[in-house]
């Protein structure tokens, strides 16, 4: 079992901005697509930014233009830049990852264990 460390978040005013961040253990093999999911009180967690690793990313449609995922390879980590948050963002942000740790392993689900983002006046 592969636990990803995150760091960031905390609370900020609407139009303000935080950043989120996750890193995975340096001995894991191979890291594929890495992604921020975010779970809002009374709600379901949903997929907010995804990042492969030639750097192509994906993010739901209420964050588009706000939010900006990044990767360093060299670095395992993947960072999620939130501008102009709104209350709707507010909620629990985990990292997700699919890693594998050996080259005869399969790729498998990796999670940080969860940063929380407010977005309140």
């Known amino acids: 079992q592969v636990q990803l460390v995150e760091s960031g978040g905390g609370s900020v005013q609407p139009g303000g901005s935080l950043s989120v961040s996750c890193e995975a253990p340096?001995?894991?093999?191979?890291?594929?697509?890495m992604a921020w999911y975010r779970q809002a009180p009374g709600k379901p967690r949903a997929f907010v930014a995804s990042?492969?690793?030639?750097?192509?990313?994906g993010y739901t449609v209420s964050v588009k233009g706000r939010f900006t995922i990044s990767r360093d390879n060299s670095k395992n980590t993947v960072h999620l830049q939130m501008n102009r948050l709104q209350y709707e963002d507010t909620g629990i942000y985990y990292c997700?990852?699919?890693?594998?740790?050996?080259?005869?392993?399969?790729?498998?689900?990796?999670w940080g264990q969860g940063t929380q983002v407010t977005v309140s006046s």
């Open positions: 997700h990852a699919l890693v594998m740790t050996d080259s005869w392993s399969s790729f498998f689900d990796a």
């Open positions: 340096g001995d894991i093999f191979e890291i594929n697509t």
């Open positions: 990042i492969t690793t030639d750097g192509e990313t």
